[in-house]
């Protein structure tokens, strides 16, 4: 590996840190992308001297706005709302919303960097962003949500649009505030735009399967990586973390491929069920009743409550992490790999630390990076601008088929630039930071400096 692609990517990360002081997300989400682009940079010396990393880190666009609101007290409420328009390249920027307490720019920032490219491997002609804010919307009624949605598309419905920026739900945002959202900005605009938004209710615009797609094409990515081995999921135990819609539409796939989930989790705790999760029980607690983990292990005799340790301590062959963020450290790593796991892949955005990532490529086993394998939602959102732009509504089986075709064709471009700049066709982490990042910066070159 030459000094000077390594000694470039090292002045572009100094100039990071000096810029974006404090941003801890940022800097690591970042390094990791660049970390694997050095024998990338030796094949390609056109891209140090059209500056396309100096660029690729620095947002196009980065907007914070106040978010003021009133709730049902009447008691005046401030928070902050984001959107980061990181690289338009390829087509207009598309990525979620977070509403979470946790919201920062430094978190806005990674998580669309990470779009840029988990965008780019989808082939659906999208730029990478990301948005939020630091409101949380548990425990608030139907009300407080509207008003707090309506403040927040107020701050930002000047900077987004179909053929500009599409935001979709993530954490915290799903079909109840897309709606809102949405209604609101029909309102300001005066235009009824289906397309300015993904995740839209069926009857005004919305796509079949896009609920299930990240849990859907987690499962399909998985599945592509065990067949390199010559092994399925058939009988295979696996570890799930969450139970959102990531979590429970990926234990839903499992099941009808023949695996057995065991686990499942949320802020109060994590559940292990030795015969297997029960999917409909689960269903009905946390989309029906919004309740808790404890509330299925009342029902449910063969599982198990935990609030401490982690699902990463039960032996699996198979892990699938689906909550959040840095959910996976490097203790939690050496656990799964004692116990024998045989793959991890990502349905949370960046689930596993730095020190966790190091512990899975040092040994044998198959990791799947977020980028990679959750790009299943955003695959399906594209498809929902396709038939919003053409006035269509796919059947369920078509999307299906067009989704699994996209996480095929996402585990091959991985393993071919893996095999490129590595030698070795299982390296998917370096597979798919070169595969999206090449796809970009051959882009960005013909466009210009711009």
């Given at each position: 590996m030459s000094s000077t692609a390594n000694d470039y990517i090292e002045s572009v990360r100094r100039e990071l840190a000096?810029?974006?002081?404090?941003?801890?997300?940022?800097?690591?989400?970042?390094?990791?992308?660049?970390?694997?682009?050095?024998?990338?940079?030796?094949q390609h010396p056109e891209y140090r001297d059209f500056a396309i990393l100096e660029r690729i880190v620095e947002p196009e666009r980065m907007i914070h706005f106040r978010v003021p609101w009133v709730d049902d007290d009447g008691v005046y409420r401030i928070n902050r709302g984001y959107r980061v328009q990181f690289n338009s390249t390829l087509g207009p920027i598309k990525g979620g919303l977070r509403f979470h307490p946790?919201?920062?720019?430094?978190?806005v920032k990674f998580l669309g960097f990470e779009q840029i490219f988990k965008n780019a491997l989808t082939a659906q002609q999208i730029g990478g962003g990301k948005g939020g804010s630091d409101?949380?919307?548990?425990?608030?009624?139907?009300?407080?949500?509207m008003r707090f949605c309506q403040s927040f598309m107020t701050g930002l419905y000047r900077h987004v649009g179909s053929k500009v920026d599409i935001p979709a739900g993530d954490i915290g945002v799903g079909g109840r505030e897309i709606g809102y959202l949405f209604g609101q900005y029909k309102r300001l605009v005066g235009s009824f735009e289906a397309g300015m938004i993904t995740g839209k209710g069926l009857g005004w615009g919305g796509s079949l399967i896009r609920t299930e797609a990240t849990g859907y094409g987690l499962v399909a990515f998985t599945r592509e990586m065990l067949q390199t081995r010559g092994e399925d999921f058939e009988g295979q135990t696996v570890s799930v973390s969450?139970?959102?819609?990531v979590a429970i539409y990926s234990i839903e796939k499992l099941l009808a491929l023949g695996a057995k989930p065991v686990t499942f989790s949320d802020s109060s705790g994590w559940v292990y069920d030795a015969e297997g999760v029960d999917l409909e029980l689960l269903k009905e607690i946390k989309d029906v009743r919004r309740g808790r983990v404890?509330?299925?292990?009342?029902?449910?005799?063969?599982?198990?409550?935990?609030?401490d340790g982690a699902v990463w301590d039960v032996p699996v062959d198979v892990a699938l992490p689906c909550a959040t963020q840095y959910e996976i450290d490097g203790d939690h790593a050496r656990t799964l790999v004692k116990n024998g796991v045989k793959a991890v892949?990502?349905?949370?955005?960046?689930?596993?630390?730095?020190?966790?990532?190091?512990?899975?490529?040092?040994?044998?086993?198959?990791?799947?990076?977020?980028?990679?394998?959750?790009?299943?939602?955003?695959?399906?959102?594209?498809?929902?601008?396709?038939?919003?732009?053409?006035r269509q509504s796919w059947t369920r089986e078509d999307i299906a088929d067009r989704l699994d075709s996209i996480?095929?064709?996402?585990?091959?471009?991985?393993?071919?630039?893996?095999?490129?700049?590595?030698?070795?066709?299982d390296d998917y982490v370096v597979g798919s930071n070169a595969a999206g990042f090449v796809r970009v910066a051959e882009a960005m070159l013909d466009q210009g400096v711009v």
């Open positions: 000096v810029r974006n002081p404090g941003e801890k997300e940022f800097h690591e989400a970042v390094t990791g992308v660049l970390d694997s682009l050095a024998p990338v940079l030796e946790t919201v920062s720019a430094s978190i409101f949380d919307p548990h425990g608030r009624s139907d009300n407080e949500i969450g139970s959102g819609n404890a509330d299925y292990v009342k029902e449910r005799p063969s599982a198990e409550l935990h609030t892949a990502e349905g949370a955005n960046m689930p596993t630390d730095a020190e966790g990532i190091e512990v899975f490529e040092a040994v044998d086993l198959l990791y799947g990076p977020g980028k990679a394998a959750n790009a299943g939602g955003v695959a399906v959102s594209a498809l929902e601008m396709q038939q919003n732009s053409a996480m095929q064709d996402i585990h091959r471009q991985c393993v071919e630039a893996s095999e490129k700049y590595t030698g070795r066709p």
